[in-house]
């Protein structure tokens, strides 16, 4: 599963995972592989990445919205 | 004939201009690859923003967007110029301009004559134009080109679509804060030039008695609560009126503002209607919100463009996207993600035009500057004819005047 994490200034985070936590503006929210086709606000708060060598990530970010598509995750965040 | 030294003076200060533009021309040159780089950055972004949005509009009917997209008769107009803060870059400065005061004249110019139109600076050179004319300057942003971020436009940003959606509550320019209730001024608290807000208490009126009516009244009350029902009914009436009172007593501005003219003093008697002071309001609020700028097309060219920013313009719906238009799942709904992602557009949108006037000023001044070198490479070469010619005749001179002396010594 892909995931990319785009802000207006640069890449933060582009590659393979095994899940990502989100906090979605309805509530905090995990994706793993083979997730509906899902679009959604963030709102200020921590994505947690866990990547293929089960390594940890996080990223603060004050809000955004996240694409969910057929394995591919785009995170635009602010 | 100029002098030797003179056309040598004017050689050498004509090589150090030379050094001096062909360094400027470098330093852009090596500045607009930053700048072009920092664009194709953002490109993702702003591709993956629009796409989304137009995913979501498309498959939503009503007019999506809420008070961003909605039209207003235009009444009040801010301009936003985008221009350099440094010099030396041709005409893309003035062209902006130039732009701005043929809006000002030309299209809003029904507004301008009430003097609803105001210009918004980003860049030195801006603000140094329209800072003189008083009627037009809404202020600068000038620092946000020593670090351009995103979060530092979004602020900017903020500040424009607040002032925005402010002009949508339809505040009047001015208003009168009355007395509603007679009476003994007893407290005064605030001052010609204060800023106040909406619903802020300005003064009040001796209230004492009515206080003392009103605890009266709870009391009896309270006891017939119990007993008569018919007489606390009429009791409760009259504690309404008493609190309506009670309130009028109170002078509260209607808006938010500065004050103006304040007609009261402590212990002067005030008779119910009249004006006890004045609000101005002094929140700027627009209509309309149009961008001009430097559009980057490529290190030699620069194409001016004029944007409306304010009422957002319909995003485009892609037919592609139409089709890919699967069933995706909407957190926490498609309106809600609408409201969310248009002030996000719209920062995304000012942060574009920031970098575009950014990358599109260097491309400016490298062949501007590009334009200087070339031009004192030729003055230089004209400048060298000059001084060999010159020493040319001093030499023949020299060698007529040694063949002459010899030819006189001869005799």
Not at chain 2, 159 to 164: A, G, P, Q, T, V
């Amino acid at each position: 599963m892909l995931l990319e994490i785009i802000t207006p200034d640069k890449k933060l985070f582009s590659g393979e995972i095994k899940s990502v936590k989100l906090p979605g503006t309805a509530g905090s929210f995990g994706v793993l592989k083979d997730h509906a086709p899902l679009i959604s606000s963030l709102k200020k708060g921590n994505i947690k990445v866990i990547d293929e060598q089960k390594q940890n990530h996080s990223f603060a970010i004050k809000g955004g919205v996240i694409e969910v598509l057929k394995n591919k995750i785009i995170v635009l965040a602010e | 004939m100029p002098s030797l030294k003179e056309v040598r003076n004017r050689i050498t200060s004509t090589i150090s201009t030379q050094q001096i533009t062909s360094a400027m021309k470098m330093v852009s040159a090596s500045k607009l690859r930053r700048a072009q780089d920092a664009i194709i950055q953002m490109r993702p972004y702003a591709g993956k923003l629009k796409e989304i949005l137009s995913n979501v509009t498309s498959s939503l009917e009503s007019s999506a967007g809420g008070i961003y997209a909605k039209e207003r008769p235009v009444k009040k107009v801010l301009l936003v110029a985008i221009t350099s803060n440094r010099g030396l870059c041709g005409a893309f400065n003035s062209n902006v301009l130039r732009a701005v005061n043929s809006l000002v004249h030309g299209k809003y110019a029904e507004q301008n004559k009430e003097g609803h139109v105001k210009v918004l600076c980003i860049g030195k050179k801006a603000s140094d134009f329209f800072s003189k004319n008083k009627k037009l300057y809404a202020g600068h942003h000038n620092e946000l080109f020593n670090n351009l971020s995103f979060a530092n436009t979004a602020m900017v940003a903020e500040d424009i679509m607040k002032e925005y959606t402010q002009g949508d509550l339809g505040s009047d320019e001015d208003a009168n804060v009355r007395a509603k209730t007679g009476g003994t001024i007893i407290r005064v608290l605030a001052s010609v030039g204060d800023n106040v807000t909406a619903g802020q208490l300005i003064a009040e009126t001796d209230n004492r008695s009515i206080i003392q009516e009103i605890a009266e009244v709870q009391k009896a009350l309270a006891s017939s609560k119990k007993t008569d029902t018919n007489e606390s009914e009429s009791l409760e009436k009259k504690l309404e009126l008493l609190q309506e009172q009670l309130e009028g007593t109170k002078f509260k501005s209607l808006i938010s503002g500065h004050i103006t003219s304040l007609n009261i003093k402590v212990g002067e008697t005030v008779a119910s209607d009249t004006i006890v002071a004045h609000v101005h309001n002094s929140l700027r609020t627009y209509d309309r919100v149009e961008i001009i700028y430097n559009q980057f097309k490529n290190a030699a060219s620069q194409l001016l463009t004029t944007e409306q920013y304010l009422p957002v313009t319909k995003p485009e719906v892609d037919p592609s996207a139409k089709k890919r238009t699967l069933d995706y799942i909407f957190e926490p709904g498609k309106e809600e993600i609408v409201k969310d992602l248009i002030p996000n557009a719209l920062k995304i949108q000012l942060y574009k035009a920031l970098l575009d006037s950014n990358a599109a000023e260097h491309g400016a001044r490298m062949t501007s500057m590009h334009k200087a070198t070339d031009n004192a490479n030729e003055i230089l070469r004209d400048l060298r004819l000059t001084y060999n010619k010159a020493r040319q005749a001093t030499i023949t001179k020299e060698i007529l005047e040694i063949v002459g002396g010899a030819e006189a010594l001869k005799n």
